[in-house]
């Protein structure tokens, strides 16, 4: 999306009043690159029911945008859904660990899947888990590749 479609989009939900909407607005400034306006979004929230799933989700969601040392807060916030809710792919997505293999190999198959740059997790699989299965598909795939240009050059 487009900074325009992110403001029209905000024209709609910033009237809301629901802890929905707040969510949204929350996730549309974070698209945006504007966590100083998710955290006021998110400070709205905070005083209506800091206790709220959705006020700790919106956290845990600006935490993530943001970085360093908030990553830890957000880990802990998904980590206490998983004690209280089902497991379900959101929490299991926001309590993973970016160094984990398979939290990498993951990325880079939904970056393919998204049409997405992906090659940054897979440099990152590639240095840390070099024995990883998705590394040497890859490097075999790289492999046969080069082999085909050099037949036909």
């Known amino acids: 999306m487009h900074e325009e479609d992110y403001i029209e989009a905000l024209k709609h939900t910033n009237a809301g009043g629901t802890m929905e909407l707040h969510a949204l607005n929350v996730q549309i400034f974070i698209k945006m690159h504007r966590s100083d306006y998710a955290e006021r979004q998110l400070r709205v929230m905070q005083q209506i029911d800091e206790d709220h799933t959705l006020t700790q989700l919106a956290n845990a969601w600006l935490n993530l945008a943001v970085g360093g040392s908030k990553i830890q807060e957000a880990y802990l916030i998904f980590q206490d859904f998983s004690e209280k809710y089902p497991m379900t792919g959101l929490i299991l997505n926001g309590k993973a660990d970016a160094k984990d293999p398979e939290t ?12 997405k740059s992906s090659s940054r ?3 990152q699989l590639k240095l840390t888990h070099p024995e990883h299965i998705l590394v040497k598909r890859a490097s075999s795939a790289e492999d046969s590749f080069e082999r085909a240009v050099q037949s036909v050059a």
Request: proline share 0%.
């Open 121 to 123: 997790y897979l440099s």
């Open 104 to 115: 990498l190999a993951n990325l880079v198959v939904c970056g393919l899947h998204l049409g």
